[in-house]
């Protein structure tokens, strides 16, 4: 079976910075495309940003140009760079990976932004 998991929340002031990892493990697979989904309380979960072919990147209206995805496909890694949050950005961040046409999400990482 396949594990993602998800590391780097935590509590930041606005303006402040994190990184998010996301690794995905298990048996023999192909990664099609990985991203980072969030979701805040009494919300639907939103794209914040996916990553493709090894560089082919997308990203919500929110986020564009303080969030950057990156990705690591040899060890099957994904990242994303947050900066200059604010407390709009305060949710549970989930990431995915897309194996084969199969859709894995990890557990989630809070992040919480303060002001």
């Known amino acids: 079976q396949v594990q993602v998991v998800e590391s780097g929340g935590g509590l930041v002031q606005a303006g402040g910075s994190l990184r998010l990892s996301c690794a995905a493990s298990?048996?023999?697979?192909?990664?099609?495309?990985m991203g980072w989904y969030r979701q805040a309380p009494g919300k639907q979960r939103e794209l914040v940003a996916i990553?493709?072919?090894?560089?082919?990147?997308n990203y919500a209206d929110s986020v564009k140009g303080r969030f950057t995805i990156s990705r690591d496909n040899a060890k099957n890694m994904v990242h994303l760079q947050m900066d200059s949050l604010k407390p709009e950005d305060t949710a549970v961040y989930y990431c995915?990976?897309?194996?084969?046409?199969?859709?894995?999400w990890g557990q989630g990482t809070q992040v919480t932004v303060s002001s």
């Open positions: 995915n990976a897309v194996i084969g046409s199969d859709l894995y």
């Open positions: 298990g048996r023999d697979f192909r990664i099609n495309v």
């Open positions: 990553i493709v072919g090894g560089g082919i990147t």
